[in-house]
């Protein structure tokens, strides 16, 4: 049992470039979720999916999209990446009470 | 609008002292809170959870709706329980966290 996996564990991208996040979990989890964390700040959640086929928006999402891609599978993807961006992206999974489960992060430098 | 306030960046304590983490919440709805731990270079992981009142590794904590409260407690700090921990409040399908207490133990 992998429990939720990223990739990649680190990248680096120039401004305007574009790349997607993967996440993947094998708990047969409804719902999936994407943070970033930043210094200070927490985690923020960027967009979430209660359950396959749906996604909603979180506290953070301009500049972002996700995909649903079935159950097990939840991408993120920057467009245009912006220094802004930078961080440490975290995904997340749980069933209906709520514990979730993080995967190990991805950290993302935009320069 | 929901809220989670950790009003506190770092907190250092010698090892065998008491440790309170503070947690205070703004929900108008009925809470379930949570306390996640990230230790360094791993990944967040659930602490405990106010509604099944267990003691995990020696911490606790009591929800107290008067004064909306959640905080961390553990009588004896141990070195391993350096860290940073997160308060967390449930609402509908998604958690919303404060922005986290890092804890130092010294000795």
């Known amino acids: 049992n992998a429990g939720v996996t990223q990739t990649p564990k680190f990248q680096v991208l120039k401004t305007g470039q574009s790349m997607t996040l993967q996440c993947a979990q094998d708990?047969?989890?409804?719902?999936m979720y994407w943070y970033r964390q930043d210094p200070g700040m927490g985690l923020r959640l960027i967009y979430y999916?209660?359950?396959?086929?749906?996604?909603d928006k979180g506290e953070v999402p301009n500049g972002y999209n996700v995909s649903r891609l079935n159950k097990r599978e939840f991408s993120l993807r920057l467009e245009s990446a912006a220094p802004s961006q930078t961080s440490v992206y975290f995904c997340?999974?749980?069933?209906?009470?709520?514990?979730?489960?993080f995967g190990p992060g991805t950290r993302l430098t935009v320069t | 609008a929901q809220r989670v306030t950790q009003p506190e960046k770092l907190l250092s304590v010698f090892k065998g002292a008491p440790v309170e983490l503070k947690c205070n919440y703004s929900y108008s709805g009925s809470p379930e809170l949570f306390w996640y731990v990230q230790y360094s270079r791993q990944r967040l992981q659930l602490l405990l959870r106010?509604?099944s009142r267990e003691s995990i590794k020696g911490f606790t904590a009591d929800l107290n709706k008067g004064e909306t409260s959640f905080h961390l407690k553990k009588p004896f700090a141990q070195e391993e329980d350096s860290a940073m921990y997160y308060c967390a409040l449930a609402t509908a399908s998604k958690l919303t966290f404060g922005t986290g207490t890092r804890l130092q133990v010294t000795l």
């Open positions: 106010h509604i």
């Open positions: 997340a999974s749980s069933e209906i009470q709520l514990e979730q489960y």
């Open positions: 708990m047969n989890h409804n719902s």
């Open positions: 999916s209660a359950s396959e086929g749906t996604t």
